[in-house]
């Protein structure tokens, strides 16, 4: 939910969303690093189409162009049903999900069964490529999918107060816990450095939030493909924003440089402050010394503790490593 609380003929409200009024989007995200591959701005009824339901017409939208991959796909108990489970199937995709026991073609005998009272008892029905499982929990839960065995049941351990207890459970319910979460994972990384700034333009809201989205996915590309080094340990989320900003901004001044002066002050190039190739930027042993870039290029004294671990020289972390091995090997 994009939130927005102007005039806007497809703005939503939904009382029980922490974001209550907006604009409603449709996500579909990778299950293991929240991706967003594709999405959709709810608009409202389209030419009066029903069918089999709103969220039976969203899933089939949003997964059309991964059909016949055989994929598993995750969704929560607004999307789930029997006719999408098996649309799904039919169209080469395998699907899971929990659901509503009011739920047409649910199994009568799963909705509140008697013989189920200890937390593990489970019971499970399978119609053609559909398994329907009832789990207790601290309260019954429902699931249907058509990835799951119904003969497969998996370990898992609850806390009941300050002890662990071993219980049984269903692979539907077991893979639903794995798997499930990609959108809001990717809800959470959007929203905790959010781009953008109140406005009374609808589309502005609309514009970071395509932004927001572009960095988030560049991030999660970035994490997994890069293999540069780095001061620090964990190149985190708000480390890339960051780097993006800087990068982004470049050399850009609001006031002009004064002539003369810093040999560096005209015509600046931004230089990264991470290591070059293998030199690596590290706090050396023994007191702080005197920066050799700055000695030679600023003719300025300046003491810090760090330096190449490779040339064994003292060199600021700001900025002065990177420029002192681009001008070596120049």
């Known amino acids: 939910m994009i939130k927005y609380t102007g005039r806007l003929s497809f703005r939503q409200y939904m009382p029980a969303k922490p974001v209550k009024r907006g604009v409603k989007v449709w996500m579909l995200c990778d299950a293991t690093n ?86 593990g008892d489970m019971k499970l029905l399978q119609k053609g490529n559909i398994t329907a ?43 639903y816990n794995r798997y499930m979460g990609g959108v809001d994972r990717h809800d959470q990384l959007r929203m905790n450095y959010s781009v953008g700034k109140c406005g009374k333009k609808w589309w502005k809201y609309l514009f970071w939030f395509l932004l927001n989205c572009a960095i988030v996915n560049s991030y999660l590309i970035y994490s997994k493909a890069t293999t540069r080094q780095t001061r620090k340990r964990r190149f985190r989320h708000v480390d890339f924003r960051l780097e993006l900003v800087n990068g982004l901004i470049g050399g850009y001044a609001k006031h002009k440089r004064s002539v003369g002066g810093d040999q560096l002050s005209s015509n600046r190039v931004l230089i990264s402050n991470e290591n070059i190739d293998h030199h690596t930027n590290v706090r050396l042993e023994g007191r702080r010394t005197t920066c050799k870039y700055h000695m030679r290029i600023h003719n300025k004294h300046r003491e810090t503790v760090y330096g190449c671990a490779i040339c064994n020289i003292h060199l600021c972390k700001d900025g002065c490593h990177a420029a002192y091995h681009q001008q070596e090997n120049m």
Request: proline share 5%.
């Open 34 to 119: 929240a991706y967003l591959s594709r999405f959709e701005f709810y608009l409202g009824r389209q030419n009066n189409q029903i069918e089999h339901g709103l969220g039976h017409n969203v899933v089939m939208k949003l997964t059309e162009n991964i059909q016949r991959t055989n994929r598993f796909v995750f969704f929560d108990i607004f999307f789930t049903g029997l006719p999408l489970l098996q649309s799904l199937f039919d169209s080469g995709l395998y699907a899971c999900g929990t659901i509503r026991i009011n739920r047409l073609g649910f199994p009568t005998e799963l909705k509140k069964p008697r013989d189920i009272t200890n937390r």
């Open 133 to 175: 499982s009832v789990w207790k929990d601290k309260k019954l839960v429902h699931h249907v999918s058509t990835l799951s065995d119904p003969t497969d049941v998996r370990d898992a351990q609850r806390r009941v107060g300050r002890d662990v207890v071993p219980v049984r459970q269903p692979h539907s319910v077991w893979a």
